[in-house]
């Protein structure tokens, strides 16, 4: 039988603002070799014991980006592994993760290096290059729609969450970041890096500078800069091992990752990617909402936060009580293993072995990505 891959030693670099935050003038490919390294200074049974691979997600993975950043970062970081770059745009590093938990339940390695890593300052949106098919637009005519104008339209469909709802759960990211700072519950995720904490963290949140920001997709449109992810920098990483790995190392705990899901929507409505990529994961292993104690959902938008979590009934408590993308940052490539490490510090706070968790972002495209953990006690 096919054993379960367990993911352990979540680390992440704190997320920087864009353009004029702490990693801006930093190359991507720098910042995740200095992840890597410390990575490596960190877990030396497991790197000891030989590195499978090193599989890196990145969503546009080119310019100081490219050049398989994945073997690359290996070599800065002085490790004797082979690498992959891969992309699924905002699910990259999810993908990394499922990646490497599907070669060693199939029996092919033990130990991987998993990462994610996204300069939107130094590499283009889109990228430097970007050119639109003609011939996919004749067959999809919204092949290449912008992520903000997807944005309006979720909103435009579900009018139950206008602009203070949406408000309301941006407010509620930025406390509950702050809150989960103040108690230090991402001490031991942060690499401290130039700086110990994420840059776009806003508490006490200002709503009366909120309610004038004018709409930044359409002018009579809902969805403005601070109901949506900013622009990000920021590199994550971890390690997905077997359970003999991870006794030999002497690790107490960790989450087993137990199914991966990928699914597709219109990519008109990508934001509700999430919905379908859940469902799979409920049906598949048999679940109801509520047994799951903890979902870590990625904020791309607050619309579409609230809308998936409204056509699939999840308990509102428990999606993202640590802050969430819209005030921590999404550096695309990096944030689905944000969202792992962040889900198992979580279930290692409420000490319940064998609780369930559940990560899941939206993914440029029109697609959904999610993945079912479950915290184990070794």
Same mark, same amino acid.
């Given at each position: 039988?096919?054993?379960?891959?367990?993911?352990?030693?979540?680390?992440?670099?704190?997320?920087?603002?864009? %353009?004029?935050?702490?990693?801006?003038?930093?190359?991507?490919?720098?910042?995740?070799?200095?992840?890597? /390294?410390?990575?490596?200074?960190?877990?030396?049974?497991?790197?000891?014991?030989?590195?499978?691979?090193?599989?890196?997600? /990145?969503? +546009?993975?080119?310019?100081?980006?490219?050049?398989?950043?994945?073997?690359?970062?290996?070599?800065?970081?002085?490790?004797?592994?082979?690498?992959?770059?891969?992309?699924?745009?905002?699910?990259?590093?999810?993908?990394?993760?499922?990646?490497?938990?599907?070669?060693?339940?199939?029996?092919?390695?033990?130990?991987?290096?998993?990462?994610?890593?996204?300069?939107?300052?130094?590499?283009?949106?889109?990228?430097?290059?970007?050119?639109?098919?003609?011939?996919?637009?004749?067959? /999809?005519?919204?092949?290449?729609?912008?992520?903000? &104008?997807?944005?309006?339209?979720?909103?435009?469909? +579900?009018?139950? %969450?206008?602009?203070?709802?949406?408000? &309301?759960?941006?407010?509620?990211?930025?406390? %509950?970041?702050?809150?989960?700072?103040?108690?230090?519950?991402?001490?031991?995720?942060?690499?401290?890096?130039?700086?110990?904490?994420?840059?776009?963290?806003?508490?006490?949140?200002?709503?009366?500078?909120?309610?004038?920001?004018?709409?930044?997709?359409? *002018?009579?449109?809902?969805?403005?800069?601070?109901?949506?992810?900013?622009?990000?920098?920021?590199?994550?990483?971890?390690?997905?091992?077997?359970?003999?790995?991870?006794?030999?190392?002497?690790?107490?705990?960790?989450?087993?990752?137990? &199914?991966?899901?990928?699914?597709?929507?219109?990519?008109?409505?990508?934001?509700?990617?999430?919905?379908?990529?859940?469902?799979?994961?409920?049906?598949?292993?048999?679940?109801?909402?509520?047994?799951?104690?903890? +979902?870590?959902?990625? *904020?791309? %938008?607050?619309?579409?936060?609230?809308?998936?979590?409204? *056509?699939?009934?999840?308990?509102?408590?428990?999606?993202?009580?640590? $802050?969430?993308?819209?005030?921590?940052?999404?550096?695309?490539?990096?944030?689905?293993?944000?969202?792992?490490?962040?889900?198992?510090?979580?279930?290692?706070?409420?000490?319940?072995?064998?609780?369930?968790?559940?990560?899941?972002?939206?993914?440029?495209?029109?697609? $959904?990505?999610?993945?079912?953990?479950?915290?184990?006690?070794?």
């Amino acid at each position: 039988m096919p054993q379960h891959a367990l993911f352990v030693g979540g680390l992440r670099t704190p997320f920087g603002r864009a %353009f004029k935050g702490a990693y801006s003038e930093i190359r991507p490919d720098d910042l995740l070799t200095a992840l890597l /390294c410390e990575q490596v200074r960190r877990r030396p049974s497991i790197v000891g014991a030989g590195v499978d691979d090193v599989i890196v997600g /990145c969503a +546009y993975p080119e310019g100081e980006q490219g050049y398989n950043l994945g073997r690359m970062a290996a070599l800065g970081a002085g490790l004797e592994a082979p690498g992959l770059t891969l992309n699924r745009l905002c699910a990259s590093s999810l993908e990394s993760v499922a990646i490497a938990a599907a070669r060693i339940a199939a029996g092919w390695g033990e130990r991987y290096l998993v990462a994610g890593v996204e300069s939107m300052s130094r590499v283009p949106r889109r990228g430097a290059n970007f050119s639109e098919s003609a011939e996919i637009k004749r067959v /999809c005519q919204l092949a290449y729609i912008p992520m903000g &104008d997807t944005a309006e339209i979720v909103a435009q469909q +579900y009018p139950q %969450f206008p602009r203070g709802a949406q408000e &309301d759960l941006a407010e509620r990211s930025h406390e %509950f970041a702050h809150k989960a700072y103040e108690r230090g519950d991402y001490a031991s995720q942060i690499f401290a890096h130039l700086i110990d904490r994420d840059e776009f963290i806003r508490y006490p949140v200002n709503r009366e500078k909120m309610a004038t920001l004018p709409p930044a997709f359409a *002018e009579a449109g809902s969805v403005t800069a601070a109901t949506s992810s900013p622009l990000t920098d920021g590199a994550t990483s971890g390690w997905v091992i077997d359970r003999a790995t991870a006794e030999a190392a002497g690790v107490s705990s960790a989450v087993e990752i137990l &199914d991966a899901t990928v699914a597709h929507v219109p990519p008109e409505v990508m934001g509700m990617g999430p919905v379908p990529a859940m469902q799979k994961l409920f049906t598949r292993n048999k679940l109801t909402p509520n047994e799951v104690a903890v +979902y870590e959902i990625n *904020e791309a %938008f607050a619309i579409q936060v609230l809308a998936s979590a409204a *056509e699939l009934g999840l308990p509102s408590e428990r999606i993202n009580t640590w $802050g969430g993308a819209m005030a921590l940052g999404h550096p695309l490539g990096a944030s689905g293993l944000r969202l792992v490490m962040t889900a198992q510090d979580r279930l290692a706070a409420e000490g319940q072995n064998g609780a369930l968790a559940i990560v899941s972002l939206c993914v440029g495209g029109g697609m $959904g990505m999610a993945l079912l953990l479950r915290y184990v006690q070794l």
